[in-house]
T-cell receptor, first 112, second 113 residues
Framework: AQSVSQHNHHVILSEAASLELGCNYS??????LFWYVQYPGQHLQLLLKYFSGDPLVKGIKGFEAEFIKSKFSFNLRKPSVQWSDTAEYFCAVREGFQKLVFGTGTRLLVSP | EAGVAQSPRYKIIEKRQSVAFWCNPISGHATLYWYQQILGQGPKLLIQ????????DSQLPKDRFSAERLKGVDSTLKIQPAKLEDSAVYLC???????????FGEGSWLTVV
């Protein structure tokens, strides 16, 4: 069965700091990879996704993620965070049309 | 475009009572999902419908949880009787026919006391 690991449960950064959130998954076949974000009091929103092609994926609000197949990783990055990026971030993996499997999430707090 | 609609947003019930949540997916989305998100964990799929048929309900606790999507549009998730450990956010989501991108509603927060 697939599993998704997010290494950091809580991250605290100052504004303008760089962000990298780790995500590793267990399945070795062809997968679709996602990062979702949940702002306080809001629903889960798709931040970015990788299906195929260029392993560097750009999403909304300046986020990007890099798929490294050899490391089974899909880390999320942002060069300079803002206070408004305070949220919970979930990595998720889907094999074909099977169920979407989520990691446990990383809570990011950005201090102004 | 309207998103996934869920109600009620918040519900507090006593253990052994019953509760029902309603979901209306994005128009035209044939696939509907119910996820359970317990505090501190990622969402976990309870059940997936394709139109009005069940595709995956392997993680649905069938002794107390039930879900239906009779007309292939909106759906209801019921818990009876509720247990303390059912306290969670119940997320409804939808996608195009087995579409890879899944869109989530705002969730229904359940507290069982």
């Amino acid at each position: 069965a697939q599993s998704v690991s997010q290494h950091n449960h809580h991250v605290i950064l100052s504004e303008a700091a760089s962000l990298e959130l780790g995500c590793n998954y267990s399945y070795g076949g062809t997968v679709n990879l996602f990062w979702y974000v949940q702002y306080p009091g809001q629903h889960l929103q798709l931040l970015l996704k990788y299906f195929s092609g260029d392993p560097l994926v750009k999403g909304i609000k300046g986020f990007e993620a890099e798929f490294i197949k050899s490391k089974f990783s899909f880390n999320l990055r942002k060069p300079s965070v803002q206070w408004s990026d305070t949220a919970e971030y979930f990595c998720a993996v889907r094999e074909g049309f099977q169920k979407l499997v989520f990691g446990t999430g990383t809570r990011l707090l950005v201090s102004p | 475009e309207a998103g996934v609609a869920q109600s009620p947003r918040y519900k507090i019930i006593e253990k052994r009572q019953s509760v029902a949540f309603w979901c209306n997916p994005i128009s035209g989305h044939a696939t509907l999902y119910w996820y359970q998100q317990i505090l501190g964990q990622g969402p976990k799929l309870l059940i997936q419908f394709q139109n009005n048929g069940v595709v995956d309900d392997s993680q649905l606790p069938k002794d107390r949880f039930s879900a239906e999507r009779l007309k292939g549009v909106d759906s209801t998730l019921k818990i009876q009787p509720a247990k303390l450990e059912d306290s969670a956010v119940y997320l409804c989501a939808s996608s195009l026919d087995f579409g890879v991108t899944i869109y989530f509603g705002e969730g229904s927060w359940l507290t069982v006391v």
